[in-house]
């Protein structure tokens, strides 16, 4: 199977930061690596997807990059419904793993 | 509306069985693969199952295999994921999701939990 680690697996930014997550796979996946957002309670929301095609109505403060193995989830200019859990995804082969998870938090 | 609506979770002793169902509305169900995805309390998420859109392939996580099944019933815009043999470990919310490569629709889920 495919390992997924992301880090950090917590931070803690402020309203207006730029945050950077990453996410590293145990194996080169190409570009099959998607981006999901899931606040406390709520079902997961796909943000980005193959690895840097912002999902319809997510806003453009949103980018994803990378190939192969190393692949970021940057957010510009963090905004307070920003804060949550963002979890990276392969799809490149059976099983599709998920990263750990981020944890974004209010400084 | 487009929605995916997940129904049968529930308390059940180890070694027992679950059927979960998911309500596909406001899209063409039959023309999507669709999975299953679980998070247990307060961990992450990970990929259970999928299906593709005339159900003739699936797919299984190992620590399911044997033990799940999963189905769907294009006329009726539903999916199901028959669960045998229940552990602990499977105590979970389960959810619903359209797409195989990524899933850009989910159900709101619906916990099962596995204790005696």
């Known amino acids: 199977d495919i390992q997924m680690t992301q880090s950090p697996s917590s931070l803690s930014a402020s309203v207006g930061d730029r945050v950077t997550i990453t996410c590293r796979a145990s194996?080169?996946?190409?570009?099959?690596l998607h981006w999901y957002q899931q606040k406390q309670g709520k079902a997961p929301n796909l943000l980005i997807y193959?690895?840097?095609t912002l999902q319809s109505g997510v806003p453009s403060r949103f980018r994803g990059s990378g190939s192969g193995t190393d692949f970021t989830l940057t957010i510009d200019n963090l905004q307070p419904e920003d804060f949550a859990t963002y979890y990276c995804q392969q799809s490149y082969s059976i099983p599709h793993t998920f990263g750990g998870g981020t944890k974004v938090e209010i400084k | 509306e487009v929605q995916l609506v997940e129904s049968g979770g529930g308390l059940v002793q180890p070694g027992g069985s679950l059927r979960l169902s998911c309500a596909a509305s406001?899209?063409?169900?039959?023309?999507?693969?669709m999975s299953w995805v679980r998070q247990a309390p307060g961990k992450g998420l990970e990929w259970v199952a999928n299906?593709?859109?005339?159900?003739?392939?699936?797919y299984s996580v190992d620590s399911v295999k044997g033990r799940v099944t999963m189905s769907r019933d294009n006329a009726k815009n539903s999916l199901y994921l028959q669960m045998n043999s229940l552990r602990a470990e499977d105590t979970a919310v389960y959810y619903c999701?359209?797409?195989?490569?990524?899933?850009?629709?989910w159900g709101r889920g619906t916990l099962v939990t596995v204790s005696s």
């Open positions: 194996q080169s996946i190409s570009s099959y």
């Open positions: 299906i593709k859109q005339d159900g003739s392939e699936k």
């Open positions: 999701a359209r797409g195989y490569w990524y899933f850009d629709l």
């Open positions: 406001g899209f063409t169900f039959s023309s999507y693969w």
């Open positions: 193959a690895p840097s």
